[in-house]
Nanobody, 124 residues
């Protein structure tokens, strides 16, 4: 079975940093489009960052709201997806989800699989 499990969410103060991790089982992230999404209850889900792990290279995309502060990356040896979050703001508070798909759409995965989410809370 294909599963994605996120970890690393926590409560931090404005300006702090966190690194989220996404571990996969049942498939290899290589050759897929991976990404991070976030959602506040009652609000629309928002794409945060995406990465296409092609066999000949990779490309990344970051939402304008997090560009320059967040960085998506992938560790080939561990086949683990990361989201490094710096200079966190209260508006970054959300449940963060890892997602995987065979294809990207404008830099973000057309998700076939989703993790259960990890909570990030940023206080003033």
């Amino acid at each position: 079975q294909v599963q994605l499990v996120e970890s690393g969410g926590d409560s931090v103060q404005t300006g702090g940093s966190l690194r989220l991790s996404c571990a996969a089982s049942g498939f290899s992230m290589r050759g897929h489009c991976m990404g991070w999404f976030r959602q506040i209850p009652g609000k629309e889900r928002e794409a945060v960052a995406g990465i296409y792990l092609g066999t000949s290279g990779q490309s990344t995309m970051h939402n304008a709201s997090v560009k320059g502060r967040f960085t998506i990356s992938h560790d080939n040896a561990k086949d683990t997806l990361y989201l490094q979050m710096n200079a966190l703001k209260p508006e970054d508070t959300a449940m963060y989800y890892c997602a995987a798909g065979k294809y990207c759409n404008l830099g973000y995965p057309r998700a076939d699989y989703w993790g259960q989410g990890t909570q990030v809370t940023v206080s003033s």
